[in-house]
């Protein structure tokens, strides 16, 4: 991340407040970076979710999906332009430790906000609320509803849990399957080994929208997943800029198109409103 | 009394150059007639009053600026955009209210004498939709100009239309139908899904974005106007040493050439300013703690009780929609706990562990649960008010709440036990009892809730009174003060040129 250099007055008040030492000058006259003054971005993205941080080819830098089209709409609201935006790959593993260490400014990945990992980063959005559903294969008929699950299997990707959710949450005995990712679950499903996979619907849908026909949603969704833009911890000034860029992102219907574009093929059912924020701080 | 450069000279008493040699440099630098002016003791005496004059003058004005400054941040906060930021919250609470009442009215079907009953029921229905068309006038002068806010304020507007339509239709279904307390009737049912879906997705999110960007408002605000005063700050500290340095400057050269050790006005003017510059700075410092404190103490804190609240209202309300619709009762749980968790959080995944939870954290505040091995403590609305009360009563208060919330929980619980034991007389004969608007869980937690949110208000006016309190006697104090300084010059100088007449 590259700042733009328009704060000589600050500057010298600063100086100058350190001199008189004056306590708490460096945070009101704005000595702390925020993200809303760079201009340029390295924003992290998940590279194995198509529809929503795929990269085209392994290796190549090159990203595409609904994240990566949400990402590129934040920066440019925040003043930078598309090739100042790096995107970089991150696992959901090292999401917070990415942002805390500073390699990356931005996470655009499937983030959902959580309680406890507002204690280490700060959210603007949900941009997206997901809900977690179950995809299973078309013809299995006899699958209507969550509860028709019991006793199946069901494929989750590793650390998850969506399928604790099931079994713990809604108290329904599945047998939980742990795939290495969520496409090894998809194939598992698509080859039969599993009955049904479990995570967020969007996730689905990008997977669903790559073999349309294949699979169906059981169109249970019992949680909401909502997808945060995870940012440097306490940058409240970016955390609101962020969330200002989302509702327009919604209100002139950029939200929509894509939306559109990456899961319109398939049946679900999204939501085209802007999502209820969680707040800055 | 202010002399201006232009005073005319008095060659015929002028003494001799300070520094011998100055006779030839004269020419040299094209400016002998200025240079000469300068040269007599008078006219050096001049110049010296007219700094120190000058910078007595200036250290009034950046200190008035200043603590005009301090004012206008303490009014916004205190009475523009602070309140109105509060009067944003009511938005969110009175629309998850009108949502919780139309789904108790269809839960009760025919019998209107459940909880507090039908028509009370439909009373509150109407007396929230009151309150949000208020709030949203409100809204909708406080957005007034901010493009994204603005939009959001006309589309809930114009979304509470829609949404009354489709209640009112849910309401007549159900009626024509006369559905039995807990069979909501399958056409009332759809027309409510439709309803509560559009408040859930279009018009709760747009209400509660108003108010946190109301809340981002008032943070802008002050943080410009705290670092607008900071600034003022260190220029009042800067033009109290120059008059200072003013000041010295001329007591060294009436001691010079007069020979006299002291000017007493002078010394006087020095006390007088050293004084005037620390009690302003003073004033300022404190009262720009004053107002942070009832920001951060009073306004934020009573804000994201205010939103804890409204989220509250929408979470007992899914008690109603979990035993009315039974196809997504397991969706309605699941939200339910997640709302909970929003209120309250604790790291469990389940209805049951929460229940737990929630009892622990009631038994044993003032002390909390976690904070180690992976576990975040108390988080959420009110678990993170519950880290440190620092305000009186604060404590109290809210063990009476964390006590409230957990009977909540714990009807909750005997709620969905019934609906696990087949009884669903006695679920629905609990959730109204909750919902009861007299002596009901829910508004025993409401008032419990209001008695800790009023804790934090006060602090909030407390600090914008006594903010105020710290400038007010400045309104006098500064430009006597200032025109004492300029009397003690005049009396410090007098004397002495007094003497070349």
Redo the contacts between chains.
Sequence with gaps: MRFRHRRVAAAAALAAAAVFGLPACSAVLGGEESLVDADSLTVGVKSDQPGLGLETEAGSGEFEGFDVDVALYIAERLGVAPENVDFVAVTSAEREEKLISGEVDMVVATYSITPARRTQVTFGGPYYVAKQDVLVRADATGIQGVRDLEGLSVCQGAGSNSAARITEGLGIPVEEVEGETYSDCIERLSSGRVDAVSTDNLILAGFLAQSPGAFRFVNNPFTDEKYGVGLPYGDIEACEAVNNAISRMYQEGDATEMLDRWFGETDLEMVYSVPQFEGCD | MIPSSSTPPEPTRSTAPAVPGRTGSRARDGRPRLRHRLATTPARVWLLTVVSCAAVIGLFASAAHTLDQARSGLDVLGRGAGPQAMATTELYLSLADMDARIADVLLMGTDHDLGSGREDALGQYEASRERANEALLQAASLTEGE???Q??VEEVLDGLGAYERLATEALLRNDEAGAAPGEVDAGALEAYRGATRMMH??L???A??VG??S??IV??NH?EG??AV??G??WV??VGAAVLLSLFGLQVYLRLRFRRRFNLPLIGASAVTVVLTAGVVLAL?SSSGHQSAAKDEGL?AAMSLA?GGAIATDMQADQSRYLLDPDQA??Y???Y??RS??VL?R?V??LADYYTAIDEVAASYPELPGGGDGD?GT??YL?ERAHEALLPGQEERLAQVLEAYNELQTQDRRLREAVRDGDTGEAIDVRMNVAHSGDGTFAAYEEALGGLTEVHREAFDEGIRRGDAALSAWTWLLPAGALLLLLLVALGVRPRLAEYR
Aim: net charge negative; aromatic share 4%.
């Design positions: 493009g994204v806010q939009r959001n997705t279009e709760l999110p747009k509660f974005n946190l960007d809340s981002a943070r802008a943080e705290q670092a900071t600034l700050l260190l500290g800067g410092v934020d939103r397991d969706n749980q699941q939200v706990l997640e968790q929003q959080f790291p995944s389940n975040p988080l959420g678990g």
